[in-house]
C-alpha cells in the first residue's frame, strides 16, 4: 500500500518498485473508511498504535497494488526496509 502521505508520488514509488523486478498487475486508489482500516488492522487492535494507525489509514486516499515477483516477500521486506523507522536503513 502506498500510503496517504505518499499518494502524491505514486508514479516515483511505481517506477522504483518496477525497477526492482516487481509487475504490478493490479492497482486501485480508494479512500479507505474508519471501519475497513479497522478490519484491515484487526491483528494490532489493543495495542498502543492501533487508533492512531487507523485514523491515518483512513484519513485519506491510498493506493493498493498487487505485485508480483519470484520470492516476492523477501525481496519486498528487503526493498522497503525495517517497519521500525528508529532502525531503518538510511
Same mark, same amino acid.
Given at each position: 500500500?502506498?500510503?496517504? =502521505?505518499?499518494?502524491?508520488?505514486? #508514479?516515483?514509488?511505481?517506477?522504483?518498485?518496477?525497477?526492482?523486478?516487481?509487475?504490478? !498487475?493490479?492497482?486501485?486508489? !480508494?479512500?479507505?473508511?474508519?471501519? =475497513?482500516?479497522?478490519?484491515?488492522? #484487526?491483528?494490532?487492535?489493543?495495542?498502543?498504535?492501533? *487508533?492512531?494507525?487507523?485514523?491515518?489509514?483512513?484519513? =485519506?486516499?491510498? !493506493?493498493?497494488?498487487?505485485? !508480483?515477483? *519470484?520470492?516476492?516477500?523477501?525481496?519486498?521486506?528487503?526493498?522497503? #526496509?525495517?517497519?521500525?523507522?528508529?532502525?531503518?536503513?538510511?
Amino acid at each position: 500500500m502506498i500510503k496517504p =502521505d505518499a499518494y502524491l508520488h505514486v #508514479g516515483s514509488i511505481i517506477q522504483e518498485i518496477q525497477s526492482n523486478g516487481f509487475n504490478i !498487475v493490479n492497482c486501485k486508489m !480508494v479512500k479507505l473508511s474508519k471501519h =475497513d482500516a479497522c478490519q484491515f488492522y #484487526g491483528e494490532h487492535q489493543g495495542k498502543p498504535f492501533y *487508533d492512531n494507525l487507523t485514523n491515518y489509514m483512513s484519513s =485519506d486516499f491510498i !493506493v493498493a497494488l498487487e505485485l !508480483v515477483s *519470484d520470492d516476492a516477500i523477501k525481496k519486498w521486506r528487503e526493498l522497503i #526496509g525495517p517497519t521500525n523507522s528508529l532502525t531503518a536503513k538510511e
